[in-house]
Protein backbone atom coordinates (compact mmCIF):
# COMPACT_ATOMS: atom_id res chain seq x y z
CA UNK A 1 0.00 0.00 0.00
CA UNK A 2 2.44 2.62 1.28
CA UNK A 3 6.58 2.43 1.64
CA UNK A 4 7.34 3.16 5.02
CA UNK A 5 11.42 3.51 5.78
CA UNK A 6 12.98 5.72 8.68
CA UNK A 7 12.48 9.31 6.80
CA UNK A 8 9.12 9.43 5.16
CA UNK A 9 6.07 7.78 4.31
CA UNK A 10 4.61 8.02 0.84
CA UNK A 11 0.97 7.58 0.37
CA UNK A 12 -0.60 7.36 -3.16
CA UNK A 13 -3.81 8.23 -3.18
CA UNK A 14 -6.28 8.82 -5.97
CA UNK A 15 -9.27 11.15 -4.43
CA UNK A 16 -12.92 9.52 -4.84
CA UNK A 17 -14.49 11.98 -7.86
CA UNK A 18 -14.26 9.94 -11.32
CA UNK A 19 -14.32 13.12 -14.41
CA UNK A 20 -12.12 15.45 -14.51
CA UNK A 21 -13.79 17.56 -17.03
CA UNK A 22 -17.20 17.11 -15.13
CA UNK A 23 -15.70 18.18 -11.81
CA UNK A 24 -14.33 21.39 -13.29
CA UNK A 25 -16.83 22.45 -15.20
CA UNK A 26 -19.08 22.27 -11.50
CA UNK A 27 -19.97 25.36 -10.08
CA UNK A 28 -18.50 26.93 -6.93
CA UNK A 29 -21.30 26.18 -4.57
CA UNK A 30 -21.70 22.42 -5.87
CA UNK A 31 -22.17 20.12 -2.82
CA UNK A 32 -19.28 17.72 -4.78
CA UNK A 33 -16.85 20.24 -4.62
CA UNK A 34 -16.94 21.76 -1.54
CA UNK A 35 -16.75 17.92 0.04
CA UNK A 36 -13.90 17.65 -1.75
CA UNK A 37 -12.48 20.91 -1.17
CA UNK A 38 -13.09 20.14 2.88
CA UNK A 39 -11.72 16.88 2.48
CA UNK A 40 -8.36 18.18 1.11
CA UNK A 41 -8.63 21.03 3.44
CA UNK A 42 -9.01 19.27 6.60
CA UNK A 43 -5.89 16.48 5.18
CA UNK A 44 -3.59 19.88 5.36
CA UNK A 45 -4.87 21.36 8.66
CA UNK A 46 -3.89 17.77 10.04
CA UNK A 47 -0.47 17.73 8.74
CA UNK A 48 0.19 21.09 9.60
CA UNK A 49 -1.96 21.16 12.62
CA UNK A 50 -3.89 24.32 12.18
CA UNK A 51 -6.68 25.37 13.71
CA UNK A 52 -9.19 26.74 11.60
CA UNK A 53 -11.43 29.35 11.96
CA UNK A 54 -14.32 27.92 10.75
CA UNK A 55 -15.37 24.22 11.31
CA UNK A 56 -17.12 22.39 8.67
CA UNK A 57 -17.58 18.88 10.71
CA UNK A 58 -15.98 17.17 13.74
CA UNK A 59 -15.24 14.51 11.14
CA UNK A 60 -14.89 14.34 7.82
CA UNK A 61 -15.26 10.69 6.07
CA UNK A 62 -14.32 9.86 2.42
CA UNK A 63 -14.28 7.31 0.45
CA UNK A 64 -10.88 7.18 -1.77
CA UNK A 65 -8.85 4.29 -3.90
CA UNK A 66 -5.48 3.33 -2.78
CA UNK A 67 -2.90 2.59 -5.24
CA UNK A 68 -1.12 -0.63 -4.23
CA UNK A 69 2.56 -0.98 -6.14
CA UNK A 70 3.10 -4.37 -6.93
CA UNK A 71 6.31 -6.49 -7.55
CA UNK A 72 8.21 -5.39 -10.48
CA UNK A 73 6.69 -6.65 -14.02
CA UNK A 74 3.16 -7.16 -11.82
CA UNK A 75 0.05 -4.65 -12.15
CA UNK A 76 -0.53 -2.69 -9.66
CA UNK A 77 -4.07 -2.30 -8.41
CA UNK A 78 -6.54 -0.05 -6.15
CA UNK A 79 -7.15 -0.74 -2.77
CA UNK A 80 -10.74 1.00 -1.85
CA UNK A 81 -10.19 2.81 1.03
CA UNK A 82 -11.86 5.10 3.78
CA UNK A 83 -10.46 8.36 5.32
CA UNK A 84 -11.27 10.25 8.34
CA UNK A 85 -10.05 13.63 8.97
CA UNK A 86 -10.68 14.32 12.84
CA UNK A 87 -10.90 18.00 13.13
CA UNK A 88 -12.87 18.10 16.32
CA UNK A 89 -10.53 16.04 18.42
CA UNK A 90 -7.96 17.21 21.07
CA UNK A 91 -5.16 16.52 18.55
CA UNK A 92 -6.41 16.45 15.24
CA UNK A 93 -5.53 12.99 13.39
CA UNK A 94 -6.26 11.02 9.72
CA UNK A 95 -7.56 7.66 9.82
CA UNK A 96 -7.18 5.30 7.50
CA UNK A 97 -9.32 1.76 6.81
CA UNK A 98 -8.80 -0.41 3.77
CA UNK A 99 -10.48 -3.33 2.39
CA UNK A 100 -9.10 -6.10 0.98
CA UNK A 101 -10.47 -9.61 -0.18
CA UNK A 102 -8.55 -11.50 1.93
CA UNK A 103 -9.67 -9.63 4.90
CA UNK A 104 -13.13 -10.22 3.95
CA UNK A 105 -12.38 -14.05 3.56
CA UNK A 106 -11.10 -14.06 6.82
CA UNK A 107 -7.35 -14.89 5.91
CA UNK A 108 -5.71 -11.49 5.53
CA UNK A 109 -2.70 -11.41 8.32
CA UNK A 110 -2.01 -7.79 7.43
CA UNK A 111 -2.74 -4.03 9.33
CA UNK A 112 -6.05 -2.48 7.67
CA UNK A 113 -6.39 0.14 9.82
CA UNK A 114 -3.89 3.06 10.50
CA UNK A 115 -4.03 6.48 13.01
CA UNK A 116 -2.13 9.26 11.95
CA UNK A 117 -1.76 11.97 14.69
CA UNK A 118 -1.08 15.74 13.54
CA UNK A 119 2.25 15.36 15.22
CA UNK A 120 3.53 12.34 12.99
CA UNK A 121 2.95 13.71 9.76
CA UNK A 122 5.55 15.43 8.68
CA UNK A 123 4.71 16.51 5.03
CA UNK A 124 2.50 15.86 2.03
CA UNK A 125 3.69 14.77 -1.51
CA UNK A 126 0.27 14.52 -3.84
CA UNK A 127 1.70 12.22 -6.46
CA UNK A 128 -1.49 11.72 -8.22
CA UNK A 129 -5.22 13.07 -8.00
CA UNK A 130 -7.60 11.45 -10.21
CA UNK A 131 -11.24 12.46 -10.36
CA UNK A 132 -14.08 9.96 -9.92
CA UNK A 133 -17.74 10.17 -8.59
CA UNK A 134 -17.93 9.16 -5.74
CA UNK A 135 -19.63 11.51 -2.67
CA UNK A 136 -18.11 11.73 0.48
CA UNK A 137 -20.34 11.39 3.59
CA UNK A 138 -19.91 13.95 5.91
CA UNK A 139 -20.97 13.33 9.68
Same mark, same amino acid.
Given at each position: ? /????SS #????? *??L? !?L? $???????N??S??R????A?I?G?? /??S??? #????? *???? !?V? $?????E???M????????S??T??L???EK?L?????C??QM??TC??????L?T???I??I??????????????I
Open positions: M /ASRN #SFVLF *VTP !LF $TSTFQSLKTTLTALFVVIL /AVQNL #STSWT *VAAA !LA $TLLILPSRYQPSYYLPYVVNGAESQLWNLIERGRQVHDWFASSKSTWVSVSLVVVSPIM
